[in-house]
């Protein structure tokens, strides 16, 4: 801060003697003067900006507007100007007083020429260290303003590689779901449908979109164990003896094994563990019962035998739209969790899958 410029000082002051000798008064220090007759002439000089002082003497007794009147609309306006009261011999009170309501200090008139520079000295120096604080707290605000905007446009960088690594997900979940599907010639499209109804039970349940996300990806790959499972057995035409049925539900645990080697996928690994458990306790692999089986995998427990029993596999043809309805029916509270089962009916779901299923059909003859 340049504190050797010239400095200007706005006299308010109505009596013209006064005015002449504190204006030599200034010269003598060196500084710029400025007067004013009022509160008023002083206020529209400083609101117009044609004088910008370092300090201002204001008077307290004058007509129009008194120095007192004056006193919080200058602050308000300049509150870095430091504003020295003039008050009269015996009128010590209003000087105090106008102190209270934020003025810098008070002199006696007539005050000595040393008791003015001393007074002016006093508030030079007040006002350098206000501008000081003011210009560091500018600084300080415009620091802000930048890390603000740094920080958004992080954020904004984040949410793209974040998007991207979801992306490179699901085109990583759809590339094992074709294997399960390359291997398994009865479940084409399978994988697909379940995600889609797992999905859709899922948003009727109101589940958070989090974990929508890792049941779309458990449904999915729900079967993804089935990599370790023999064609013999997979394609098998006719029933598995007791060996084959053993090494079969393997898939399961498989699938999870796989699942959980990849962090993004270790929540919907759980899942995938438990689809062939049963809400009765006589499923696959570890025979959990009821509430402890992990809430994705009874959603997806659930859209996966729907899918299988409206579609072929090897060993049976597709029952109808009426049997599947039946039969899901009759497993309420059996095999499935009976909150997903009233939920997928009340939501109407079984008609959606069937009619899904025809547009999929009519597309096909529509190709051939
Ligand atoms: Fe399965």
Partial sequence: MDTDRKRTVLVVEDDVSMQKVLSLSMQKMDHKCAIAKNGREALDLLESGDVAPDAILLDIRMPIMSGLAALPKIRALLPTVPVIMLTAFGDLETGLAAMKAGAFDYLVKPSSLEKIREALEKAFSYRDIMEMKAEEERKMAQRRLELEKQVESSYQELGDVYKKLKKINLQTAYALAETIEAKDRYTQGHCERVR??????????????????????????????????????????????????????????????????????????????????????????????????????????????????????????????????????????????????DVFFAAGLDTTYFKKLQEEADKKKDKS
């Fill in 196 to 341: 889609w109804l797992s999905s859709l039970i899922g948003k009727t349940m109101r589940l958070p979109d989090e974990e929508i996300e890792q049941l779309e990806y458990a449904a999915l790959l729900h079967d993804i164990g089935k990599i370790g499972i023999p064609d013999s057995i997979l394609n098998k035409e006719g029933p598995l003896d007791e060996k084959e049925r053993h090494i079969i539900r393997m898939h399961p645990i498989i699938g999870a094994q796989i699942l959980s080697t990849v962090e993004f996928f270790k929540r919907a690994a759980a899942a995938v563990r438990h689809h062939h458990e049963r809400w009765d306790g006589k499923g696959y692999p570890d025979r959990v019962e009821g509430e402890h089986i992990d809430h994705l995998a009874r959603i997806i427990a659930l859209a996966d035998t729907f899918d299988a029993m409206a579609t072929s596999r090897a060993y049976r043809t597709a029952l109808s739209f009426g049997e599947v309805v039946q039969e899901i029916h009759r497993m309420r509270g059996t095999q499935f969790a009976p909150d997903v089962v």
